[in-house]
């Protein structure tokens, strides 16, 4: 199981889509939520048929995959290919653009699935999980969508493709396109495929025109724009915190038991995040970032901070373990 993963995300949620297409991590309602895809911390490469935390597009009889970004975006392209010249391209990422004044940015995860060449069939496995790995929600189906319920949130699943085929996790040939929206609980106005193209259009604008702004050396462009990407994605939008990782439980070193929950606001780790944007002219961060810690500061005993705090503010208090979850490659425990 490799840590080779692609980040995306909207500042309120994020996920980690493996070359696969699988996405092994994501937590829902926001960064610090229940991981309803956990994969990533399933203890083995090899999932076995009752498994649950996944989200795989998976081409049948899939020979060789591809994946880059997109262009100066947070929206990720997966290539996979058969042996009988079929292939796919899978679309994946989490809407953001301004709307109304402000930042519109759901809990949502965006899937489009378009056939490259040939006759591909493909298989949806979508198994969200609910109290950190230990039990399946409930299910109830509509026309063009899945309702995932009895954890900490209700998820929708709005779909172009046969709801039957993503319940029993049947193969089906693609013929063109198909989109899953999978976010909250609330009816898609308008079709599914013209509200995912909408949202892929109006995301892509909006991370290329936040490049822009960007004061990029000549040197390592490239590099320098994704890094700042992936640095954006860990801020949190509706506070300004900024997360450590989108992630719990990662081993600082293999079979040391250092495993910590980086999924809060590390008050030192945060000001290096906000230093190297701002030298690169997305002072926008900082000033949020300072906002956050303002109000943290107002609140203190004394004005003394302590080292970390929840994305919303708060102490963090509690810790426990996630016993249903053996730990990346079986290296535990999941706090």
Known sequence: MSLDLAL????????????????SWACFPRFD??????????????????????????????????QQYMVNTAVLITRSYDADGGAIEVTDFAPRFRQYGRIFCPMMLVRQIKRVTGNPRIRVRLRPAVSYGCDRPRTTSGSNHIRYYGGEVVLRLTTDAPTTAVLEENPFFLDDEITLLLGP??????????????FLNETALHWREWVRMLAVPFEWQDAVIRAAITLQLNVFEDTGAIVAAVTTSIPEAPNSARNWDYRYCWIRDAYFVVNALNRLGATRT????????????????????????????????DEYTAECLPGYRGMGPVR
């Open 33 to 66: 939520g229940d991981p309803v895809f956990c994969s990533l911390l399933r203890g083995s490469a090899e999932a076995p048929d009752d498994a649950l935390g996944m989200f795989i597009v998976e081409l049948i009889g899939a020979v060789r995959t591809e």
């Open 185 to 198: 609980d609330e009816t898609v106005n308008g079709s599914v495929a013209e509200v995912g193209r909408h």
């Open 286 to 317: 900082m000033e949020r970032y300072l906002a956050f810690v303002l109000n943290i500061v107002a609140e203190a005993e004394g004005g003394l901070l302590k080292p970390l705090y929840g994305i919303t503010g708060r102490l963090v208090t």
């Open 8 to 23: 995306i995300g909207n500042g309120t949620i994020a996920a980690l889509v493996n070359k696969q297409a699988e996405i």
